[in-house]
């Protein structure tokens, strides 16, 4: 069993499309970041969401840290194909960071 | 530009061999960490390092320990390679926080990883 359970698995659309993905958990989480991950390369970090309820913005990209601090989102706007990649969320239990599996997302031209 | 640098982005291996996987980084961060990566699994914990010579288990340690001798440089090893520990493997870095050290929020420096098949 996953600490933080992503959905969906897998995610293809065309470009200009919108999608959100998630991320959830039944433990409570001081913080949560994304990270992106392309092929052949680690996962780097995109943004990290400390306070419950807190939205912050990157271009496109919309994050949401649930009120609770036990899940979070991830928000596209009209998607471009250089947004392809594996999303994965990730927080701090006991110590050490804990990954998501990730979302696989393909953006279509 | 900060960087984390595995040694060896391809490895093939037979069943049994004593496995070495190295990284090393430029940016002076006391947290090191290694995971392997397999799909539908994500990111798993296997080791992690505060500090030279110091380690800690993280979630699947069996089959593997750890190396730091030095600040830069956290090593994996595998002793007796078998297939299941076929997968890819990232090594990372962080810079503690103070007050936190390992247990903060710490943004992850990734490698690149390293494929490792075991035959």
């Known amino acids: 069993t996953q600490l933080l359970e992503q959905s969906p698995q897998f995610l293809s659309i065309q470009e200009g499309e919108n999608l959100t993905v998630y991320c959830n958990s039944s433990s409570v989480f001081s913080s949560l970041q994304w990270y992106r991950q392309e092929p052949g390369e680690g996962p780097v970090l995109l943004v990290t969401v400390v306070t419950g309820g807190e939205v912050k913005k990157l271009k496109r990209l919309t994050f949401q840290f649930g009120d609770a601090r036990k899940d979070s989102s991830l928000h596209i706007t009209a998607a471009q194909p250089g947004d392809t990649g594996l999303y994965l969320c990730a927080g701090v239990r006991f110590i050490g960071m804990r990954f998501g599996a990730g979302t696989r997302l393909t953006v279509k031209p | 530009d900060v960087k984390v640098t595995q040694s060896s982005r391809y490895l093939v291996k037979r069943t049994g061999e004593k496995v070495f996987l190295e990284c090393v980084q430029d940016?002076?961060?006391?947290?090191m960490f290694w995971y392997r990566q397999d799909p539908g699994l994500g990111l798993r914990l296997i080791y992690f390092s505060y500090d030279v010579k110091m380690k800690e288990k993280g979630d699947i340690p069996e089959g593997y320990s750890v190396s730091r001798e030095k600040k830069e440089r956290f090593s994996l090893i595998l002793e007796s390679a078998s297939t299941n520990q076929t997968s890819m493997y990232l090594c990372a870095s962080s810079q503690s926080t103070p007050g936190q050290g390992v247990s903060g929020a710490n943004v992850l420096t990734f490698g690149a990883g390293s494929r490792l098949t075991v035959l």
């Open positions: 940016m002076d961060h006391e947290n």
